[in-house]
């Protein structure tokens, strides 16, 4: 998984990863990510199939999401996290 980090916000791109594979590294993001960083964009694609935009937008579950918000780019999925 490919992250860059922009001010409070995390870009995590999990292009070619298997859905299960990808879950537990965002998941692990999400728990070891700094109080102060207040969304996730998840960069998953969509022309490859749906398991990687299915999982993030249907399975993922964390404590620290707040709310999931689909973009426009079918391809993406920003995650609000809750403040601390």
Not at 26 to 51: F, T
Request: charged share 30%.
């Amino acid at each position: 998984m490919l992250e860059r980090r922009y001010g409070w916000t995390i870009e995590a791109d999990i292009h070619g990863m298997r859905a299960a594979e990808a879950k537990h590294e965002l998941e692990l993001l999400l728990s070891r990510a700094d109080k102060n960083i207040r969304e996730i964009v998840v960069i998953h694609g969509y022309r490859g199939g749906s398991a990687l935009k299915d999982m993030v937008r249907k399975e993922l579950r964390h404590s620290r999401i707040q709310q999931k918000i689909l973009s426009l780019n079918q391809g993406e999925t920003t995650l609000l996290l809750k403040k601390p």
